[in-house]
């Protein structure tokens, strides 16, 4: 009697323990490391809601990348592109791509104004279920569903190759080169500075002289430049991380009564605009400009195929780019002119 009473409570204390083991929560999963809830079928509407964040408008090169979206999505007359503009606030754009989930948006398209203040929202949306085309800049970790983009290490490498070239055939030892940056919490403007160095260094006579943060806009370009310019009148080469930028170390340049013809300046994005680099170079301004697409017409053509179709992008989109130089300005504005 006792050996089946005995019997009875170690089965009752094993099933005890079995169920209490079933009863403990699963450890959490790192937020960075979740995938994104599945996606049923896409439900065909009448109408998609693309919420559109670009990171500023100062920049002539954004203004052209939402023509180019306002463009392609004419093609598509069940998308909405909805747009806001940052105004280069990170706080704001936060707030603008709330506001989008508020609207009950299909897609998000969101070009960040700086990586790391950006990713939490980003996630959020991500998270929800709401596909997201980060274009031209990244932010941090994997939770998003395809980036756009060119290759800025690319860029600034072939950038850095051809200031080593210009520096060897000039024979200038050392040749002393100032850089003017974009946003530094923007991943563009740390991964064209890196390839710009790797470019250069295999020209052992390159000095970088002075480097200074210009946030993209020409205006702030201008006394950035100036100050450079004036601590260092032995600057040879000036390299701005995007056209305008580029521009405003000319101004600077000849304000100071340099001899710009002894001087190569570089920029990058190549806008087929009057204003823009390609003419820039054409007119003899520019030594070099990198062909920077916007990659408008490819958000919209994905956001199309995924709201439409369910179907499922690469993790990365890598735009291609060229280096513009005088030897092919003019045959790529005639090109893009459709001449």
Request: hydrophobic share 45%.
């Amino acid at each position: 009697m006792f050996a089946k009473k005995l019997h009875v409570a170690l089965l009752v204390l094993v099933v005890s323990l079995v169920l209490g083991a079933c009863a403990q929560p699963a450890a959490p999963q790192p937020a960075a490391t979740q995938a994104a809830p599945a996606a049923a079928a896409p439900a065909k509407k009448s109408k998609y809601i693309i919420g559109m964040s670009q990171a500023n408008k100062g920049e002539p090169w954004r203004q052209a990348m939402n023509d180019q979206i306002t463009a392609a999505a004419k093609l598509h007359p069940e998308l909405e592109v909805r747009f806001a503009d940052a105004a280069q606030n990170n706080a704001k754009q936060v707030a603008d791509v709330e506001n989008f989930l508020q609207q009950g948006v299909d897609l998000l398209i969101i070009s960040p104004n700086e990586a790391a203040p950006l990713t939490d929202v980003v996630t959020k949306v991500y998270q929800k279920g709401i596909p997201v085309i980060t274009l031209d800049r990244r932010v941090v970790g994997d939770q998003y569903t395809t980036f756009i983009g060119a290759n800025n290490v690319l860029l600034g490498t072939k950038a850095g190759e051809f200031v080593a070239e210009w520096c060897k055939t000039n024979n200038l030892k050392p040749c002393n080169v100032a850089e003017i940056r974009g946003l530094e919490g923007t991943s563009g403007a740390g991964e064209r500075g890196d390839g710009l160095r790797k470019g250069m260094a295999g020209n052992a006579d390159i000095k970088i002289v002075a480097q200074q943060n210009a946030d993209w806009l020409r205006e702030k370009a201008i006394p950035v430049s100036q100050a450079m310019l004036q601590a260092h009148p032995e600057t040879n080469v000036c390299v701005g991380q995007n056209d305008p930028m580029a521009e405003a170390c000319i101004i600077s340049a000849q304000n100071a009564k340099m001899d710009l013809s002894k001087m190569l300046f570089v920029g990058y994005d190549g806008l087929p605009t009057p204003d823009g680099g390609i003419q820039s170079v054409i007119d003899g301004r520019l030594g070099l400009t990198m062909l920077y697409p916007t990659g408008g017409a490819e958000a919209i053509d994905w956001a199309a195929k995924i709201l439409e179709n369910g179907a499922k992008p690469p993790k990365e989109i890598t735009l291609g780019t060229e280096a513009i130089t005088k030897e092919n300005a003019a045959a790529l504005m005639k090109q893009f002119k459709g001449e």
